[in-house]
C-alpha cells in the first residue's frame, strides 16, 4: 500500500468567506403550517388518505407531531442546476426534511436563501432526495428532475415540471439512493418474517425503481471471480448494505456486515442473457437438498393476485400488467445469513377507492408487487388481510418479475491485513486531483483512516481498473469538486488540504483552534514545543502553545479517538481556564469549495477553500505550466503545490502580490535563489508585505546594495536539481508567446511590463542574446536597470532544449508590419489556448491585408505554427467564395466569439485595418447577414432586425404597441379603433383621411333622418315619412360592414382572457330638430322579413377580420366567443367564416366543427364551411373534403339518404370544394363540378330556386380547381372541359348525363319546362368565368374568340347585358398581357358596329347600343382593375378616373329613367371598384371623394347592392389600414373574381345571382406589402428614402424609382432590389433577384425594417429639405469646416452618449482649458472628422495617436509601444497609397491628420539628431533615443545592445555618427515633392 506521494510541510493557508451555517429550511418549518391543518383532510375521501401510516390513519398522524421532530432532522445541500433558474449565477440547494415536512430552498452568495417548493406529506418522511429519472417515451438523453420523499408505506415523487407521483412500497426500505437510473431500494430485514422464507432460498433485498410509473423490479448481480461463483443471480444478501451510490460513473459501493469487506459494482441495465438466466429455474438443486423444494415453494406462492377489483387498464399505459417470480439459488460457499426474510405476499395492483389500506405486520407487510396506474392516477395497494401460507400455496404459477439493472463487480477490498475486521465506512466520495486523477475515497471512522483508491476508467467507459491504494490520517473528510481538492479533518482536530493523495497545506480557520500551533499554558514563559509523534495513544499529552495573535482566545482541543477517553480529564485539570474555543467535530456539505464544519459546541460554521488563482496573469501562467508539464505529472503537482501555499497564505494577497508571489515561486522552483538577484528581493518592498515573506525579509541582505553595480558574481548559480531546471528553455519560450500575446490586449499591456523582467532574466541566462535585444526595444527604461546574469552550468545541466525554441524571437508586431509592407514571413508561432488572440489577429491579416481568401480555413499554416501536436482547426468553415475579403474577415471574427468589446482592447495600429474592414462592411450591408455579424460591424439596425428574425414576434416594436384609447366612449365602439395611428399618421401625414373613412364606414350610431314637414303633410304621415327615409338609410348602413372588415383587416390582437368586441349594428335613427328616436320597428310601414340576417353575418365577419394572423388563438377561445342569445348566431357564423380567413379556424377541434353543423344553423354551417375550406386553401385535406361532401348531393353515392341541405349551404359547399383543390386539376371533382353548372331542376321543386347562384358556385369552384391550367389538363382530354364550358355559355342542346348522376337526374321538373336545351340564363356565368379562370393569363387567343361581343346587331339581341360584361372581363384576363392602362385599349374592346355613326334609317335601338357599351366598358374596367392591382399604376389610375367623370357626367345629363340609372350606376360601381383595386391601400384622396360622393346617395334606385359595392370600394382603398394590398397572382385573381362578381344583390336578402358570403374572399387577395422604416435608437417609425429596382420585362427595361417610406412595395417578384438610401440614414440593401424569403417575412410581421440614422443628420420630420444638418452647414467653406463646427451643436446631429460627453468635457473652452486652445481646436477637429466620416469609433484612436506624438515630444516615452502602433499606422496608409489615390477613400484616418503627426515626429527626430534638443535627450537616456529610432524607422540592424554598454557612459557626441548611420537622409534634410501626399515612408 502506497503512501502518501509528496508532502509540503510547515504551510497554512486560509479559508475564506466564514459564516455561521444553519439549514434555511429548519427556520422554513417553524412557521410552516404544519400538520395541523392535516384536520382539513378529513373533507377529502378515505380513499385519499391511504398512505398515511398505521391504522389509526389519521389521528396517529395528528398524535406524531412531537416534539421531537427536531431530532429527525436532516438534509444535504448540492450545487443548483440550471433548469431552476434562468440566470448564469452558481448557487446552492437545499433539501431539508424534517416531520412531516419537506423544504427545497435556493440560495447563493449574492441573493438571501429562498424556499422554491415545501411539499407535506401523511406520515414521517423517512428519507429526501434528489433524483433524475430518464423520461419515458422521450429521446434517451432527456431526464425529469424530481424530488423523492421516501415515507413508510410510498415514495412521493415530485418533478420539476409540476408532475406528482405516488409510489406505494411493497415491503419496508431501510434505505433509497439516486443512481443514474432512477432509485434503487434497500428492503429492510424484519426478525419476525424469518420463519416464513422459504428454506434456502433468500429473497431479494435490493431493487431499482427506473420511473414513478414503472414497476419495482429486484436488482441482480454479477459477482466477480470464482469463490462468488460468478453466476448471475438476486441480490439477496442480507448482509450486504449500500454505503454508496453515484451517477458518473455509474457505481454502487457495498459493505459486507459479516465479512467486513467493501466491494465496488458498476452498476448497468441488465443484459437479455443475464434477464434468462435469472428467470430460468435451476436445473438441480444447488447446494441444499430444499433447493427443488424451495424454487417450487417459491413459484407458488410468490403472488396472489387478486383481479376482483383492478382498475380498467389504460390503453396509453404502458405498465405490464405481469406477476413476477424472483427466484434465486444460494451461492456455491458457505455462509452465516443474518435471519432470513419474509415471502412475498400476495397483493394486488390494484387499490379499492372504497378502503384506506391499514398497515400490516409480517407477512402481508412485505409486498412486492407494484404498483399500477388506476384511473385517478393513483397506484394502490390493497393487501389481503387474512392470507395464510395455506392459501398462497394453492396459486398456480404466475410470470416472473423481470429485472431492470445489473450490478457487476469491479473490486473488493482487501483490509483484512488489519487485525479486528474492518468497520463500514461512515462515508465514501469521489475525488480528483489537479492532474485529473481519480479517487474513490472511504472514510472509516474506527480506525480514523481514509482510504483512498484511485482508479481509471478504461477504454469501454463501463469498467473501472483500480491500480492502488492510498491510506490517509484522517477523523473526517469531504471533496471540494470545484479546486480538485479535499478537505481532511485530522485525528488532532486540524483541517489539511489534500488534492488527490497529494497533501497541499493546512487550512487555517480564524477564531477556531488550530492545535498544529501550540498553545502555551498559564506559566509566564514560553515554553519550546515538544515535537511528537501523535498516535491514537499519546495524542493528548501533546504541549500546547498560543498563537502569536492578539485576537486569538486561548483555546483548548478535546480530542476524540477510540483510545483517548481517559485522559481526557487528566489533560483539563493542568490548566486553569475553561475551554472557550470550539474545536471542529465533523464536516459536512461540500458544495464546489465550500464546506461545513461542525463545531464541538453544536454550531456550524461554512467556510470556503480559496481557488488557484485569481488574477488573468496568474490563470494563463497555470495554463501554461500545465501544457508544458502534461507528460510528468509529479512535477507538475510539486509545482501546484508550492504555489498554491505561496498564494493562499493566511491574510491572502491582493491581486498586485499575486504577481510578484509567482515569480518568486517559479524562479525558486527553476533553481534560481531569489533572495541573491537585487530585482526579484525588491519585488516584494514595492507592496504591501505578505506575512510570509515578512519572515524572510527582516534577515539582512548578504551583499548589501552594492550588489546592483558589481559584475554578476559566480555565486549566482542555478540549483540544477530544482524540479522545473530541465524545463526552462520551454517555460521562457511559452512566457515569451504570452508575453506577445499581452501585448495584443490594453487591457493586460500592464502585465506585459511586469512579465518581461522574469523573461530578460530568464534570456540572459540562456544567453539568448536577440532576445535580450528584443525586450530593450519594447522597454528600453525597464530593462536598462538590469544587469545581472546567472549561471547555467551547461555541462552538468540536464536542460531540455525544444526543437521550437528558435534563435531570432517571434514579434508578433515586426509580423504584422512586415504584413502591411508585403513582405514575406514565417509563420507565426502560437500556443493554443493561450495565444488565442495572436492567431485571431494573424489570420485576420492575413485575409484583409494580404488578401488570401483562404487564410481562415486551407492556408492556416502559412501563417501560424501550433505549438502541440495536431493541425489548427478553425471553428469557422471556409465563406462563400462571392463575399468580399472585408465581409470574410467580419464573419471569421464572429465565428470565434470576437465582439466590439474586444476590438476596443486591441491596440490602436493593430486594430486599424480591422475596424476599416468593418466600416468596409458597414457601408453596404445585405439584409440577411448573421445577428453576430451585424453587431460586429456597429449596425444595430440589422442587430435588431436578425434578432426580431429569430424571435417569432418581437413585443419591442412599436407597431404592436395598443392603439390609444380614445377618449369618448361611443367612439371605441364603431371597430375600427385598432388602426395604428404612429404608421397611418405617417403615410397621411396632411390630412384627416382616416378619421374621414372611420366616419363612413360606422355602423355602431344612429343616422341622421332629416326630412322637412311640409305644411300639409299630417303628423301621421310624416313620422312614416320618416320611417321610409330611415329604412333607404339602413340600406346603406347594412352594407357597410363589407368594407370596415377590408378596412380593419388583420389590425388587432385579441386578448385570450376576453371574447372579441364586436360593434353593434345600429338600423335607428335621431330625427332633427329635437334628435327624436326613429326606429323601424313601430309597426308604421312594412319591414321585409329577414331583413337584417346576412347585414348582421357580415358584421360578424368584420369583427373577425380585424384578428392578425399572428395572434394567439385557440379551439377554447374560439368557443368561448360562442353567444348566449339566439339573435346573435348569425354574427357568430360571419366570425367563424373570418376566422377562416384569417387561418385560425385550423385550430378548432373537429368535434367542435360537429357541434356546430349537427345545430342545423345554415347561417353557421355557411360560414364554418367557407371558413375551413379558406383555411385549408390549395391542400387538398381530405378530412375537410369529407365535410363538405356530405353537403353537396353530387358527392354523395347515388343510392345515398337524400340529406336536407338548404340550397346556400349547397353554395357556400361548392365554392368550398374549389377552394380546397384550388390549382390541383383533381380529375373528379372537376367533372363532377362541370356537370353541376348545368344541373337541371328536379320533380319535387328540388334545385328549382335560386339556380343560378349555385351553377355560378359550380362554374367558380371549376375555374379555381383546373386554375390557370389551361389546355394543360392532364387527363381530361375526354371531358372536353372548353367545348362543354362554351356550350352552357351559348346555349344549345343538352347532353345525356354520364355516370352516377344519370339516375338522379331522370325525371324531369314538374314546375320549371326547360326541355333539352341548356338554359343559358341560368349556366352562362359559370361558364363564362370557369373559362376565364381556367385560362387565366395563358393569351390563349382562340378561347378568347369565343367570348368576342357579337358583330351584327341581330346577335346582340340575344345576349344579356351583364353576359356581355362578363364576357369581356374573361376575354380580357385570358389576354392577360395585352391589357393596356389607357381609354383607347378600354375602347377597343367595343365592337365597331357600336362605334360606328348610325344611319337614322336604320330600325336601331340606341338603349341597347347605349347599355351594351356601358357593360362592356365596365367589364373592360374589372379586367384593367385586376390586372393592376395593388399597382397604384398611375396610368391605369388616369384611365379609370377619366371614364368615371365621363359617366358620372352622362348620368347627371341622363333622363329619369330608372333602368338608365341602374346601367350607369352598375357601370360606375364597376369602374369605381376597378380603381380602388388599382389603388388598393394606397387611400387615394380622388378615389375617397368619389366613394364619399356615393355614400352620400341615398335615394330609393340606390339599393342595398350598389352601397354594398362602393363600400367595398372603400375597403379595398383602404385595405388593412393602409398596411395591405392586392396581389394579381392567379390565386388572388380568382378571390377577387369571386367576391367582386358584377352582380351585386338587390336587397340584403338576395342570394339568387351571387351567395352574399363570397363577397369576403377578397381577403384572399391581399398580402402586406407596407415597408415601416423604424429608427432603432428611438423605436419609432420614420420617413425613410428607398431606392426601388424593378427587374426588366418585355414593357420596360431595369428600371429605379426613388420612394419615401413607408410606402406600399410593388410586388417582390417583379423587384430585383430594395434600398434604404442615404443620405440620412445607413445604407441596407435587400437583393431580391436571390431570394425573396427575407423581406417576406419582414413584411408579414408588421412590416418593420429597422433603419439607423447616420451621425450629423436628422429625420426628415425635423428636416425636410436637409438644410439643417451638420454636413450642409459645412458645404459652403470646406477649408474652415473646423471652424464652423461648434461642439454645443453636437447633440442635434449625434445621439451617441460618448460623443456628446467627450464634446462637452474637451471641445469647450473652460476655465481648466484656457491656456490649451491649441487642444481643444486640435480635439474639436477630431471630433468632427469622427462625426461627418460615421466612424465614432476612430476617436479613441485619433486621440491615442495624437497623445503617443506628444509624449515623443515631451520625451517622456518609456517604452516603445506607442511608436510600434503609429508605425502600422503609416504602413497601413503607406500601402494604401501605392495602390493608387483611388484607395485613399478606403482609409478611415483622413488624409490631412496623420501627415501632420507624421512630420511631427519626424521633426523631433530632427532636433535630437541635430542636436537641438539636448536637454530631452539627456532626460530620455540614449539608449532609449536609440531604440525609438530603431523602432520608428524600422532598422533591423542588430547592432548588439551589450557592445554599447561597453562604452561605458559615451557621450551622446560619440554616438551621433551612429545614430546618424542609422538615420535615413531625408530625416536629417527636409522632405520635398511635389505629391500632395507622397508615402510615409522615406
Known amino acids: 500500500m502506497s503512501e502518501v506521494v509528496y508532502e509540503e510541510t510547515a504551510t497554512m493557508i486560509a479559508a475564506g468567506e466564514l459564516q455561521s451555517f444553519v439549514p434555511f429550511g429548519r427556520e422554513h418549518c417553524r412557521n410552516h403550517p404544519n400538520a395541523f391543518n392535516l384536520q382539513l383532510r378529513e373533507l377529502q375521501p378515505a380513499s385519499e388518505l391511504w398512505a398515511s401510516d398505521g391504522a389509526a390513519g389519521l389521528v396517529g398522524s395528528l398524535q406524531e407531531v412531537s416534539l421531537q421532530e427536531r431530532e429527525r432532522e436532516f438534509w444535504q445541500l448540492r450545487k443548483g442546476c440550471k433548469g431552476v433558474k434562468e440566470e448564469d449565477v452558481e448557487f446552492e440547494e437545499e433539501l431539508y426534511a424534517a416531520g412531516n415536512v419537506v423544504v427545497w430552498s435556493q440560495g447563493s452568495r449574492a441573493q438571501a436563501s429562498s424556499v422554491y417548493k415545501a411539499f407535506t406529506v401523511d406520515s414521517p418522511v423517512q428519507q429526501a432526495l434528489w433524483c433524475n429519472f430518464a423520461a419515458p417515451h422521450k429521446r434517451n438523453d432527456e431526464v425529469e428532475l424530481t424530488v423523492c420523499i421516501v415515507q413508510s408505506s410510498c415514495v412521493n415523487v415530485h418533478t420539476m415540471t409540476g408532475k406528482d407521483f405516488i409510489s406505494p412500497l411493497p415491503f419496508q426500505v431501510s434505505n433509497v439512493w439516486a443512481t443514474k437510473f432512477g432509485l434503487l431500494m434497500e428492503r429492510k430485514n424484519t426478525a419476525n418474517d424469518a420463519h416464513f422464507s422459504p428454506p434456502g432460498e433468500p429473497l431479494p433485498t435490493v431493487f431499482s425503481m427506473l420511473h414513478p410509473l414503472d414497476e419495482i423490479a429486484p436488482v441482480v448481480c454479477k459477482p466477480a471471480g470464482l469463490f462468488e461463483g460468478s453466476r448471475v443471480q438476486y441480490v439477496s444478501d442480507s448482509a450486504m448494505k449500500i454505503v454508496f451510490t453515484c451517477c458518473q460513473p455509474s457505481i454502487v459501493v457495498s459493505y459486507d456486515t459479516v465479512q467486513g469487506i467493501h466491494s465496488v459494482w458498476t452498476l448497468r441495465k441488465v443484459t437479455h442473457d443475464e434477464r434468462s438466466t435469472v428467470l430460468r429455474c435451476p436445473a438441480e438443486p444447488v447446494g441444499t437438498p430444499l433447493g427443488l423444494m424451495a424454487s417450487g415453494f417459491l413459484t407458488s406462492h410468490l403472488r396472489n393476485v387478486s383481479r376482483l377489483d383492478s382498475p380498467v387498464e389504460q390503453p396509453n399505459q404502458v405498465i405490464s400488467r405481469r406477476s413476477r417470480i424472483v427466484t434465486s439459488s444460494p451461492g456455491t460457499h458457505s455462509r452465516v445469513h443474518s435471519p432470513s ?99 474513490l475515497c472511504f472514510l472509516v471512522e474506527s480506525h480514523q483512516q481514509l482510504r483512498c483508491v484511485k482508479f481509471i476508467e478504461s477504454n469501454d467507459t463501463s469498467q473501472l481498473i483500480f491500480p492502488s491504494v492510498t491510506t490517509i490520517p484522517a477523523k473526517d473528510a469531504e471533496p471540494l469538486q470545484s479546486i480538485d481538492a479535499m478537505l481532511v479533518l485530522e485525528a488532532c482536530g486540524s483541517l489539511v488540504l489534500y488534492t488527490g493523495i497529494t497533501r497541499v497545506s493546512k487550512v487555517f480557520v480564524p477564531g477556531l483552534l488550530s492545535p498544529s500551533f501550540s498553545l502555551t499554558n498559564h506559566l509566564p514563559h514560553r515554553s519550546t514545543p515538544v515535537e511528537t509523534v501523535s498516535t491514537p495513544a499519546n495524542a493528548g499529552s501533546r504541549h500546547l502553545q498560543r498563537l502569536d495573535e492578539d485576537a486569538m482566545p486561548s483555546p483548548v482541543t ?32 461540500p458544495v464546489c469549495n465550500r464546506v461545513t464544519l461542525e463545531l464541538s459546541i453544536g454550531t456550524m460554521l461554512r467556510i470556503s477553500i480559496p481557488e488557484i488563482a485569481t488574477s488573468d496573469l496568474g490563470e494563463s501562467h497555470i495554463y501554461t505550466f500545465k501544457k508544458i508539464n502534461q507528460r510528468n505529472t509529479l512535477t507538475h503537482l510539486r509545482v501546484l503545490v508550492k504555489w498554491y501555499n505561496i498564494y493562499n497564505a493566511p491574510g491572502g494577497p491582493s491581486a498586485h502580490t499575486e504577481w510578484s508571489l509567482f515569480v518568486t515561486c517559479f524562479m525558486t522552483l527553476m533553481g534560481y535563489n531569489t533572495e541573491r538577484l537585487t530585482w526579484t528581493r525588491n519585488l516584494h518592498f514595492e507592496m504591501p508585505l505578505s506575512p510570509v515573506i515578512a519572515a524572510k525579509k527582516a534577515r539582512p541582505s548578504d551583499g548589501g546594495s552594492d550588489e546592483a553595480s558589481s559584475p554578476p558574481s559566480p555565486s549566482l548559480k542555478l540549483d540544477s536539481s530544482a524540479p522545473l531546471f530541465p524545463h526552462i528553455p520551454a517555460l521562457f519560450y511559452v512566457l515569451h508567446l504570452l508575453y506577445q500575446e499581452l501585448q495584443l490586449d490594453e487591457l493586460q499591456r500592464a502585465r506585459a511590463s511586469s512579465l518581461v523582467c522574469l523573461l530578460q532574466q530568464l534570456a540572459r541566462d540562456l544567453q539568448l542574446e536577440e532576445y535580450v535585444d528584443l525586450y530593450w526595444r519594447d522597454y528600453p527604461s525597464i530593462i536598462s536597470g538590469f544587469t ?65 481568401e483562404n487564410a481562415t480555413s486551407t492556408d492556416v499554416s502559412k501563417y501560424l505554427a501550433k505549438l502541440s501536436a495536431g493541425l489548427l482547426r478553425s471553428k469557422v468553415t471556409a465563406s462563400k467564395a462571392e463575399y468580399s475579403l472585408f465581409l470574410k474577415n467580419c464573419v471569421f471574427f464572429t465565428g470565434l466569439g470576437f465582439t466590439l468589446k474586444d476590438l476596443e482592447s486591441v491596440p490602436f495600429g493593430v486594430a486599424l485595418p480591422i475596424r476599416e474592414a468593418i466600416y468596409r462592411c458597414r457601408e453596404q450591408p445585405c439584409s440577411d447577414w448573421s445577428e453576430e455579424v451585424c453587431l460586429l460591424i456597429g449596425r444595430q439596425d440589422l442587430t435588431k432586425q436578425a434578432h426580431k428574425m429569430t424571435l417569432a414576434k418581437s413585443k419591442a416594436v412599436s407597431l404592436s404597441l395598443e392603439p390609444p384609447a380614445t377618449t369618448e366612449p361611443d367612439e371605441e365602439e364603431d371597430g375600427m379603433s385598432d388602426i395604428v395611428q404612429e404608421v397611418t399618421g405617417l403615410i397621411w401625414s396632411q390630412d384627416l383621411r ?69 360593434p353593434k349594428l345600429n338600423l335607428t335613427g335621431r330625427a332633427l330638430p329635437r334628435n327624436t328616436v326613429v326606429d323601424l320597428n313601430s309597426g308604421n310601414i312594412d319591414v321585409p322579413p329577414n331583413m337584417t340576417s346576412w347585414p348582421s353575418f357580415h358584421n360578424g365577419v368584420a369583427a373577425g377580420l380585424k384578428i392578425a394572423p399572428a395572434s394567439q388563438v385557440d379551439s377554447a377561445w374560439i368557443a368561448y366567443n360562442k353567444p348566449k342569445s339566439p339573435e346573435l348566431a348569425n354574427e357568430y357564423a360571419g366570425f367563424l367564416m373570418a376566422l377562416g380567413l384569417n387561418g385560425h379556424l385550423t385550430k378548432l377541434a373537429t368535434l367542435n366543427i360537429h357541434d356546430y353543423l349537427t345545430k342545423g344553423h345554415e347561417m353557421t354551417s355557411i360560414g364554418l364551411l367557407l371558413g375551413v375550406s379558406s383555411a385549408k386553401l390549395g391542400t387538398m385535406d381530405m378530412s375537410i373534403t369529407r365535410l363538405l361532401g356530405i353537403h353537396i348531393p353530387a358527392l354523395l353515392p347515388p343510392t345515398s339518404t337524400e340529406l336536407d341541405v338548404p340550397h346556400n349551404v349547397q353554395v357556400a359547399a361548392v365554392i368550398g370544394i374549389g377552394l380546397v383543390y384550388q390549382g390541383t386539376g383533381h380529375r373528379h371533382n372537376a367533372e363532377v363540378l362541370l356537370s353541376e353548372i348545368g344541373r337541371p331542376p328536379g320533380p319535387e321543386m328540388e334545385y328549382c330556386t335560386d339556380r343560378e347562384s349555385y351553377s355560378l358556385a359550380a362554374g367558380l369552384a371549376l375555374g379555381m380547381v383546373c386554375l390557370g391550367h389551361g389546355s394543360n389538363l392532364i387527363g381530361m382530354t375526354d371531358l372536353n372541359v372548353p367545348e362543354q364550358l362554351y356550350q352552357y355559355m351559348v346555349g344549345g342542346h343538352r347532353r345525356a348525363q354520364a355516370g352516377a348522376n344519370r339516375e338522379r337526374h331522370k325525371s324531369p321538373s314538374y314546375q320549371i319546362k ?198 367595398m370600394a ?37 342570394n339568387r345571382y351571387h351567395l352574399q358570403a363570397l363577397r369576403h374572399l377578397a381577403v384572399l387577395a391581399a398580402e402586406p406589402r407596407l415597408l415601416v422604416p423604424v429608427d432603432v435608437d428611438s423605436l419609432k417609425p420614420c420617413y425613410a428614402l428607398l431606392e426601388v429596382t424593378y427587374k426588366e420585362t418585355k414593357w420596360y427595361g431595369e428600371t429605379t424609382v426613388e420612394l419615401m417610406a413607408p410606402t406600399l412595395l410593388p410586388e417582390l417578384q417583379l423587384l430585383k432590389r430594395v434600398k434604404v438610401k442615404g443620405p440620412r440614414y445607413w445604407e441596407l440593401s435587400v437583393d431580391l433577384s436571390k431570394e425573396t424569403q427575407h423581406l417576406k417575412s419582414i413584411l408579414s410581421r408588421d412590416g418593420v425594417l429597422y433603419v439607423k440614422l447616420r451621425a450629423g443628420q436628422l429625420p426628415y420630420k425635423d428636416d425636410p429639405q436637409g438644410w439643417k444638418s451638420l454636413v450642409a452647414t459645412t458645404v459652403n467653406h470646406r477649408s474652415s469646416g473646423v471652424k464652423a463646427f461648434k461642439p454645443e451643436a453636437i447633440s442635434t446631429f449625434t445621439s451617441e452618449p460618448a460623443l456628446v460627453s467627450f464634446a462637452e468635457l474637451f471641445c469647450k473652452t473652460s476655465e481648466g482649458m484656457k491656456h490649451r486652445e491649441d487642444t481643444l481646436v486640435l480635439f474639436s477637429a477630431m471630433l468632427y472628422e469622427c462625426v461627418t466620416q460615421e466612424c465614432p469609433e476612430m476617436l479613441p484612436t485619433y486621440i491615442a495617436i495624437e497623445q503617443a506624438v506628444s509624449a515623443l515630444r515631451r520625451g517622456d516615452l518609456l517604452q516603445t509601444f506607442p511608436l510600434w502602433q503609429l508605425r502600422l499606422v503609416v504602413e497601413l496608409w503607406d500601402s494604401r497609397m501605392q495602390r493608387g489615390p483611388a484607395n485613399r477613400r478606403d482609409t478611415l484616418l483622413t488624409s490631412e491628420f496623420l501627415p501632420v503627426m507624421k512630420n511631427a515626429v519626424d521633426a523631433t527626430l530632427d532636433s535630437w539628431l541635430k542636436g537641438e534638443d539636448r536637454l530631452h535627450v539627456q532626460t530620455f537616456s540614449l539608449i532609449g533615443s536609440i531604440v525609438l529610432f530603431w523602432v520608428f524607422l524600422d532598422k533591423d540592424t542588430f547592432c548588439s545592445f551589450s557592445s554599447l554598454l561597453l562604452l561605458g557612459s559615451p557621450q551622446w557626441i560619440i554616438c551621433l555618427p551612429l545614430i546618424q548611420s542609422l538615420a535615413p537622409s531625408s530625416v536629417i534634410t527636409d522632405r520635398g515633392g511635389d505629391t500632395p501626399y507622397p508615402p510615409l515612408h522615406p
Open 994 to 1062: 382616416v378619421q374621414e373613412v372611420r366616419r363612413l364606414l360606422q355602423s355602431s350610431r344612429p343616422v341622421r333622418v332629416s326630412v322637412v314637414q311640409l305644411p300639409e303633410v299630417s303628423d301621421h304621415e310624416y313620422i312614416e315619412e320618416k320611417e321610409n327615409k330611415l329604412l333607404q338609410l339602413c340600406q346603406r348602413t347594412m352594407a357597410l360592414p363589407v368594407g370596415r372588415g377590408l378596412f380593419t383587416l388583420f389590425s388587432y390582437h385579441p386578448v385570450p382572457t376576453e371574447p372579441l368586441p364586436v
Open 1314 to 1511: 326547360e326541355g333539352d336545351t341548356i338554359n343559358v340564363d341560368v349556366t352562362c356565368p359559370g361558364a363564362t368565368l370557369a373559362l376565364a379562370m381556367i385560362y387565366l393569363k395563358t393569351n390563349n387567343r382562340s378561347i378568347a374568340d369565343w367570348l368576342k361581343p357579337p358583330d351584327t346587331l341581330f346577335l346582340l339581341d340575344f345576349i344579356k347585358p351583364e353576359f356581355l360584361l362578363l364576357r369581356t372581363l374573361a376575354r380580357c384576363i385570358i389576354m392577360w398581357d395585352e391589357i393596356l392602362p389607357n381609354t383607347i385599349w378600354v375602347k377597343s374592346n367595343i365592337p365597331q358596329i357600336m362605334r360606328g355613326t348610325f344611319d337614322p334609317s336604320e330600325d336601331i335601338n340606341m338603349e341597347t347600343m347605349a347599355q351594351a357599351q356601358d357593360y362592356i366598358t365596365a367589364g373592360a374596367c374589372l379586367a384593367l382593375g385586376l390586372r393592376f392591382a395593388g399597382s397604384a399604376n398611375s396610368d391605369a389610375f388616369d384611365c379609370l378616373y377619366s371614364l368615371a367623370r365621363t359617366h358620372m357626367t352622362i348620368m347627371s345629363f341622363a333622363g329619369t329613367a330608372a333602368h338608365t340609372f341602374y346601367n350607369l350606376q352598375t357601370c360606375l360601381s364597376m369602374i369605381l371598384l376597378a380603381m380602388s383595386m388599382v389603388m388598393s391601400g394606397t387611400g387615394n384622396l380622388k378615389v375617397l371623394q368619389l366613394c364619399r360622393f356615393f355614400h352620400k346617395r341615398t335615394g330609393g334606385e340606390m339599393n342595398y347592392g350598389f352601397h354594398m359595392a362602393h363600400h
Open 341 to 439: 426474510i419474509s415471502n412475498m405476499a400476495a397483493l394486488s395492483r390494484a387499490h379499492s377507492p372504497g378502503m384506506a389500506a391499514p398497515s400490516f405486520s409480517g407477512v402481508a407487510r412485505f409486498n412486492t408487487s407494484l404498483h399500477s396506474s388506476s384511473p385517478r392516477g393513483h397506484h394502490g395497494l390493497l393487501a389481503s388481510p387474512n392470507s395464510t401460507i395455506n392459501e398462497t400455496v394453492l396459486v398456480p404459477e404466475m410470470e416472473p418479475i423481470i429485472p431492470d439493472l445489473c450490478m457487476e463487480q469491479l473490486w473488493t477490498s482487501l483490509f483484512t491485513i488489519y487485525r479486528e475486521m474492518s468497520s463500514q465506512a461512515s462515508k465514501v466520495f469521489l475525488t480528483s486531483d489537479l492532474c485529473e486523477n481519480h479517487y
Open 558 to 589: 478535546g480530542l476524540r479517538g477510540p483510545n483517548i477517553k481517559h485522559h481526557d480529564a487528566s489533560f483539563l485539570e493542568d490548566y486553569t481556564f475553561q475551554p472557550a474555543t470550539p474545536y471542529i467535530n465533523a464536516l459536512r456539505d
Open 788 to 852: 545581472e546574469s546567472c549561471l547555467i552550468d551547461q555541462g552538468k545541466a540536464y536542460l531540455i532544449r525544444p526543437s521550437f525554441l528558435r534563435p531570432e524571437p517571434p514579434c508578433v508586431f515586426s509580423w504584422l508590419s512586415s504584413c502591411l509592407r508585403g513582405e514575406e514571413s514565417p509563420p507565426f508561432p502560437y500556443l493554443p489556448g493561450i495565444c488565442q488572440r495572436t492567431r485571431l489577429l494573424v489570420v485576420s491579416y492575413a485575409l484583409y491585408v494580404i488578401g488570401d
Open 1514 to 1550: 372603400l375597403g379595398l382603398l383602404f385595405l388593412g389600414g393602409g398596411r395591405y394590398t392586392l396581389s394579381t397572382s392567379n390565386s388572388a385573381i380568382a378571390a377577387l373574381l369571386c367576391a367582386l362578381y358584377p352582380h351585386f344583390p338587390a336587397h340584403s336578402t338576395d
